[in-house]
Each structure stands twice: as C-alpha cells, then as structure tokens.
C-alpha cells in the first residue's frame, strides 16, 4: 500500500504534535509512579524538534534566495509589491489551517469510530 500526499501530511502532523508532547506525557507518567524512558522521549522530540527547525531554516532560505526576485519580476510588471507580501503570508496561513483541520477531522471521526464500534 503506497501513502499518498494527504497521508503523508497528516501522518507527519500526527507525529509531529505527539513527539513535542511527548516529555509531557513522560511527567504524567512518572507523577503515576510509573516507568519511564527518559532517552527514548529525548530522542523522539528531539527528531520532531530537528523537523521544526528544519522545515523553518527552509523556509528562510527560500524566502532569502526567492524574495528579490519576486519582487523585482512584480515591480517589473508595475504592480505593487507591499500587496504581493500580504498575499504570500495569507498562503502560508491557509496551508497551515488547512494541515491542521484536515489532522483535527480525522482524529475525531478515529474516536468517534472508536465509541461507535464494540470491541470483542
């Protein structure tokens, strides 16, 4: 079975959020009295840490590399290039929103799954 974009995406968000929550999951557990794998949760943060720094250095370089050209070609064509900074962040937002509803929707229709089906 191959994973799809959409997949891969909501996948990626899913272990993204539970790896970062993950040294508040430890503490819970070890306010329990229970056991914990202090260097397995280091690791796991630490890899989604990497990711978020990573996915943001990216994106700086990108915007450094990509940005006077932009400009220069919507300057060019006469129009205003403030308007074209607002259109740009408003993309970045949308994308963002979108990745995230699409994560919320599936987890709830998992639980609801979950509360609806019997186990044996």
């Known amino acids: 079975m191959t994973t799809g974009v959409p997949g891969t995406g909501i996948g990626s968000l899913f272990y993204f959020i539970a790896a970062l929550l993950l040294p508040l999951r430890g503490l819970a557990r070890r306010m329990k009295r229970l056991s914990v794998k202090w260097r397995s949760i280091a690791g796991?943060?630490?890899?989604?840490?990497?990711?978020?720094?990573?996915?943001?250095?990216?994106g700086w370089f990108i915007g450094l590399v990509l940005g006077p050209l932009i400009r220069t070609a919507a300057a060019?064509?006469?129009?205003?290039?403030?308007?074209?900074?607002?259109?740009?962040?408003?993309?970045?937002?949308?994308?963002?929103?979108?990745?995230?509803?699409?994560?919320?929707?599936?987890?709830?229709?998992?639980?609801?799954?979950?509360?609806?089906?019997?186990?044996?």
């Open 76 to 120: 060019a064509a006469g129009s205003k290039v403030s308007a074209l900074g607002r259109y740009e962040s408003m993309v970045r937002w949308a994308a963002l929103a979108a990745g995230y509803s699409t994560l919320a929707a599936v987890l709830l229709a998992v639980q609801i799954a979950r509360l609806v089906t019997k186990r044996k």
């Open 44 to 58: 796991q943060s630490a890899l989604a840490l990497g990711m978020l720094i990573g996915i943001l250095v990216t």
